[in-house]
């Protein structure tokens, strides 16, 4: 079975910083695109950044210039810091990953269990 495990979360003031991680484990031949999607209350998931393998990076355009997303491909670990943080970035931040389990396996896509952020006006 494959895992996602992530962590970092918190409550923060506005303006203040988190970083998150996620830890992709078990049977893994290749960690493709690696990514956080955030859902706050009464809206739809979306998607705050995604890296490739080989590092080509989006961001949403409303995280652009305060998030940072980043990859130990070693570890099979994808990282987000978030700086000036906003009470709008409050939400469930949840790591997503396609994952190809064994060299004759297809990619899959596996979500982490979701980490709280909050930010206090």
């Known amino acids: 079975q494959v895992q996602l495990v992530e962590s970092g979360g918190g409550l923060v003031q506005a303006g203040g910083s988190l970083r998150l991680s996620c830890a992709a484990s078990?049977?893994?031949?290749?960690?493709?695109?690696m990514g956080w999607y955030r859902q706050a209350p009464g809206k739809q998931r979306e998607l705050v950044a995604s890296i490739s393998s080989r590092g080509t990076i989006n961001y949403v355009d409303s995280v652009k210039g305060r998030f940072t997303i980043s990859r130990d491909n070693a570890k099979n670990t994808v990282y987000l810091q978030m700086n000036s943080l906003k009470p709008e970035d409050t939400a469930l931040y949840y790591c997503?990953?396609?994952?190809?389990?064994?060299?004759?396996?297809?990619?899959?896509?596996?979500w982490g269990q979701g980490t709280q952020v909050t930010v206090s006006s």
């Open positions: 997503n990953a396609d994952i190809q389990r064994r060299i004759s396996d297809p990619l899959t896509n596996y």
């Open positions: 078990g049977t893994i031949f290749r960690v493709n695109i």
